[in-house]
């Protein structure tokens, strides 16, 4: 009747979580308290055995001195009762279930709350496997939906459940008929019976080995590669990396004249150094890979965590390039999203950082599953020249030569071009950037001009999309460019919001 | 739609071939007793400011401070002459798919909003507006920089206005 990994989730009926949910949450820290008591205890007893007493203002010991030790036992045993009655009441009023339409969790024992969200406005899938969890094969499963905290949690599902929950809740959020998601899901737990059944530990061994991408779904092989070079290379060569340069060198300056002066900076050190370990070890084994259901993407060592982007739930895309990373040609890739979620991405960063770091050929693969609409030649080719032309006539609508006042080294980069389906804006010749916006999620557009651009004949163009770590802007271009591609980004983000079905990105295949 | 009361249409000064100006479009322009609130807005700060400095710059008695005083009294009473332009200036109009809405003299914005992202429409209303029968409709959408808010508008306009709105919207729904 609980997380028995294949039972469907998805029949509508109130299901439970995964049994030792209440341990995982909140149960490791009584644990941990039970153990200080006993141990607290052992000293006692060998205190008592060895009969010598050293007049301890200790409760315990008080306890056990003045005779009303039964009612300390009481204490305890009615406290232990309360606390397990407790966790495993809240364990049972923790409900959840799957409709065609909604998932719906309630939970609380004296204040119930009740959330409900709908299946075609999830913009996210995430499961996060925390490292005890995954010691005992269990997983949270969010599913998030846009707004600020508007998670709906199954914290803790068995681990190959929430995999199965994860594919229904995307199957039925897509707009294929149920009928059609069973009958897969029969075919596939026929096929996977064998397996499952060899043995608790190896199956603990195997699902913590396992890749984070179920091979069922995904193309087997993420589309990239991160090799650990690189990733070293990366967090190295960050900004973060330039300020402590400059506290360091500050330090040692400082440090010259009194040398006592570095202990009270210990503590910031290992902060520092630990810094650089998280942001390595939570990018390890990163993985992105298209799945019909979206981008998936994941990462992590010890704790892992494993998303899933449903098509159309990107607002904006921005390939960027920090000054250091130059040479090597790596770049870097963010979203805007709708939805922001309660674990973070990979490199420790929020989780609108879909690549890490990568080179060119890594970031058309992203590219590519992130706008799949964007993927022609000639568009991919433009996408490049977005990214690493100095400028001119190449497919980009730029800045005018008296716009070098504003634009000091990037005016003849400086531009945007408007396709179809989304607006390229790219800026920055130092720190080179490119922006993305799919003009079907386009909240709207605004054009500004303020007293600088009006002597210089520019104006600026905005693009309005969900929060995030990107505004779409674009200054400096010609007054009479940027109102015709003001109007024309207008009528083709009506067009294209119109046109658009990627909420129910399946609906139109079936159809 | 019908008509609006007092509400003003028609080109919005200044034009020129060196401002933005977005040609074909028929502006509504908002009421102009919302130059009285605006006024009226700008004199309380200006006091509440200018008071407080005034204070800070009589216990400090540098006359450097004195300087700052006063050129801050000046700008808000440019401000204050410039508000009947600025007023003029706000704008805004119903097009076929999106609402137009522009503001500005020296910082120019104009904003399109596609009818389909509305998300909801808000209708506040001020005390001084209040009392000179003034409402506000701030229309909402799911990017915070959107930022459209059409002040001083008639009651009975702003309610005419927001049931419009929210037709449109529906009849042109979209996703997020």
């Known amino acids: 009747m609980t997380t028995v990994p294949d039972t469907g989730f ?8 995964h049994p030792l949910t209440p341990l995982l949450k909140g149960g490791i820290a009584f644990v941990a308290i039970l153990g200080i008591i006993i141990v607290n205890l052992r000293d006692i007893v060998i205190e008592v055995v060895f009969g010598e007493f050293e007049g301890d203002t200790e409760p315990l010991v008080w306890l056990l001195e003045s005779g009303y030790l039964w009612l300390g036992v009481l204490a305890v045993i009615v406290g232990l009762i309360v606390f397990i009655v407790g966790f495993w009441l809240s364990w049972r009023m923790h409900t959840f279930r799957i409709t065609d339409e909604v998932v719906e969790v309630r939970s609380g024992i004296l204040f119930r709350t009740n959330r409900r969200g709908r299946l075609d406005r999830i913009q996210g899938v995430n499961i996060v496997r925390p490292f005890l969890a995954r010691l005992v094969g269990a997983a949270k499963l969010e599913v998030n939906v846009a707004g600020q905290d508007a998670n709906i949690k199954l914290e803790y599902l068995g681990s190959a459940a929430a995999d199965e929950l994860r594919r229904d809740v995307l199957r039925l959020a897509s707009g294929t008929r149920v009928a059609a998601a069973e009958q897969a899901a029969v075919a596939e737990l026929s096929a996977g019976e064998g397996v499952v059944r060899s043995g608790l530990v190896e199956q603990r061994v195997t699902e913590l080995l396992a890749p984070e991408l179920d091979p069922d779904l995904a193309p087997p092989e993420s589309v990239v590669n991160l090799n650990l070079g690189r990733l070293i290379g990366s967090i190295v060569l960050s900004g973060f990396t330039i300020f402590l340069i400059g506290i360091i060198v500050a330090l040692i300056i400082a440090a010259t004249r009194s040398p006592f002066f570095l202990v009270g900076f210990v503590p910031a050190i290992i902060g520092m150094g630990s810094y650089y370990v998280s942001k390595f070890t939570r990018s390890l084994r990163y993985s992105i890979a298209g799945t ?7 990462f992590g060592l010890l704790s892992t965590s494993n998303e899933t982007l ?27 999203r709708a939805s922001t979620s309660s674990a973070q991405g990979a490199a420790g960063q929020a989780n609108t950082t879909i690549l890490p770091v990568g080179n060119l050929s890594d970031v058309h693969k992203v590219l590519a599953l992130l706008l799949p609409d964007l993927t022609d030649a000639e568009t991919t080719a433009l996408l490049e020249r977005g990214m690493t032309s100095r400028g001119g006539d190449d497919g980009f609508t730029n800045s005018p030569k008296r716009a070098r006042v504003i634009r000091w080294f990037s005016v003849r980069r400086n531009g945007f071009a408007l396709l179809p389906s989304a607006v390229l804006l790219r800026t920055g010749a130092i720190w080179r950037e490119l922006v993305v916006v799919p003009l079907a999620r386009v909240q709207s557009i605004a054009l500004h001009e303020g007293p600088v651009s009006r002597a210089l004949s520019v104006a600026t163009v905005r693009f309005h999309t969900v929060a ?4 779409p802007t674009l200054g400096a271009i010609d007054r009479a460019e940027a109102l015709q591609f003001f109007r024309d980004s207008v009528d083709a983000a009506v067009l294209s919001s119109t046109s658009d079905t990627s909420h129910r990105w399946r609906s139109t295949e079936r159809a | 739609m019908s008509e609006h009361g007092t509400t003003e249409t028609g080109t919005i000064e200044p034009t020129s071939e060196e401002r933005l100006s977005i040609a074909d479009v028929d502006w509504r322009r908002v009421s102009p007793k919302y130059i009285v609130v605006d006024i009226v807005g700008y004199v309380i700060s200006a006091v509440m400011t200018l008071g407080a400095a005034s204070i800070a710059a009589y216990f400090i008695g540098q006359p450097l401070v004195w300087m700052g005083v006063s050129v801050l009294a000046v700008i808000f009473l440019i401000t204050i002459l410039l508000t009947p332009r600025r007023v003029r200036s706000i704008g805004y109009a119903l097009r076929d798919d999106d609402l137009l809405f522009r503001r500005g003299i020296l910082y120019q914005r104009f ?15 001020g005390p001084v507006a209040r009392w000179l029968g003034l409402s506000e409709l701030k229309f909402v959408t799911a990017a915070a920089a959107t930022g459209v808010v059409i002040p001083g508008l008639l009651e009975a306009d702003a309610e005419e206005l927001r049931d419009t709105l929210v037709a449109l919207a529906e009849s042109r729904r979209a996703g997020l």
């Open chain 1, 10 to 17: 998805t029949d509508g009926e109130w299901h439970r979580l």
């Open chain 1, 292 to 298: 019909p259901d979206g981008v998936r993407v994941g």
């Open chain 1, 310 to 336: 449903p098509p159309g739930r990107i607002h904006s895309v921005q390939v960027r390039q920090p000054l250091l990373w130059r040479p090597f040609g790596w770049w870097e890739i963010k979203v805007n």
């Open chain 1, 468 to 471: 995030g770590p990107i505004t």
């Open chain 2, 111 to 125: 904003v399109s909003v596609p009818y389909g992202r509305m998300q909801l429409v808000d209708i506040n209303r």
